[in-house]
């Protein structure tokens, strides 16, 4: 069973840069037609779809975020990572990684708590 865990610095000021970091243990990122997520949920509203790495390296973004979003890997680490430039208070939210393959979300991180405050 694949595990994943979220880390990352909780308190980001605006304007700055929130990076969060997925490590997975129990699998590989470059397992064949397994995709990572990102996806996150502000406070009293549902999850918001980030963004995705593939098992090859490809990426894909949520038109919305698109702009502010880059998601990269480390294969030697077996982890993968997300950085939201120029934040707002709009982006306070739990922010969970996962796994997806065959449009079957079967692992989730615990989540991590962003906050963006000055």
């Known amino acids: 069973q694949v595990q994943l865990q979220e880390s990352g610095p909780g308190l980001v000021k605006p304007s700055q840069t929130l990076s969060l970091t997925c490590t997975v243990s129990g699998g590989s990122i470059t397992t064949t037609d397994y995709f990572w997520h990102w996806i996150r949920q502000p406070p009293g509203k549902g999850l918001e779809w980030i963004g995705t790495i593939g098992y090859e390296g490809s990426n894909s973004y949520s038109p919305s975020l698109k702009s502010r979003t880059s998601i990269s890997r480390d294969t030697s680490k077996n982890q993968f990572s997300l950085q939201l430039s120029s934040v707002t208070p709009e982006d306070t939210a739990v922010y969970y990684c996962?796994?997806?393959?065959?449009?079957?979300?079967?692992?989730w991180g615990q989540g991590t708590q962003v906050t963006v405050s000055s």
């Open positions: 996962a796994s997806e393959t065959g449009w079957h979300f079967g692992s």
